[in-house]
C-alpha cells in the first residue's frame, strides 16, 4: 500500500520484494497474500534487533513496544498517528508521528510476555496501602499510594500493561 503524503488516502503499490514476500508468508498468514490485504511488513526491523543481538557478546536484550502474535495478528493492521499525544489518522506529512504495533514473535527471542505478566512476576503490584498508614505515617501513606498508582499504570491492560516483551538472552 502506497500512502499519499499529503490527503493520506491509500492506493496499491508495487508488488513486494522477494524479501519482504517471505517474511509476511513465516509472520502474518492471517489474511493470506492476497492482493490488497494488509500487511505490516516487518523484516527491517527484524534485522535491526539481529543486528543488535550480534553485537552482544553476553547480556540480555529487551524490545518494549505495543505488538501481537500470530494468533493475534490484526485483519486490518494497527497503523495509526499520533499528534500532542491524541491518535490522528495515519497522514506521513510530518504533522504526526506514524506507527504500527511490533509482530513481536518475529523477533528474535528466548521469551514473550506482557508488561503486566513482567511486572507481577518481578513482584510489581497496585496494592492500595492501607488507610490507617495515613493518620500514622502521612509521608509514607502518600509514597505508597503514589507506587501504588504508577504500578496500576504501568500494568493497565488496556495502556501501558499491554506492551509486549521480547527478550533474548546471550551467553
Known amino acids: ?14 508488488p ?7 517474511w509476511c508468508a513465516r509472520h502474518w498468514p492471517v489474511n493470506g ?13 527484524d534485522a535491526a534487533w539481529s543486528d543488535l543481538v550480534s553485537r552482544v557478546r ?7 513496544d505495543y505488538g501481537h502474535v500470530r494468533e493475534e495478528r490484526p485483519v486490518e493492521g494497527t497503523l495509526t498517528g499520533y499528534r500532542a499525544g ?3 489518522a495515519p497522514v506521513p506529512d510530518g504533522s504526526c508521528d506514524v506507527t504500527a504495533h511490533v509482530a513481536v514473535d518475529s523477533l528474535d527471542h528466548d521469551e ?5 505478566e513482567a511486572l507481577r512476576a518481578l513482584g510489581v503490584t497496585a496494592v ?20 501504588s498508582s504508577a504500578a496500576a499504570a504501568l500494568s493497565d491492560p488496556s495502556g501501558l500493561g499491554a506492551f509486549q516483551w521480547a527478550l533474548r538472552r546471550v551467553c
Open 1 to 14: 500500500v502506497l500512502v499519499d503524503s499529503v490527503t493520506g488516502e491509500e492506493g496499491l503499490g508495487g
Open 16 to 22: 513486494l520484494s522477494a524479501d519482504d514476500l517471505a
Open 33 to 45: 497474500l492476497t492482493v490488497g490485504a494488509r500487511v505490516e511488513v516487518g523484516a527491517s526491523r
Open 58 to 64: 553476553r547480556g540480555t536484550l529487551l524490545a518494549v
Open 86 to 88: 491524541a491518535q490522528v
Open 112 to 116: 514473550l510476555t506482557t508488561q503486566r
Open 128 to 147: 492500595v496501602p492501607d488507610h490507617a498508614l495515613a493518620r500514622t505515617d502521612p509521608a509514607g501513606y502518600v509514597a505508597a499510594l503514589s507506587r
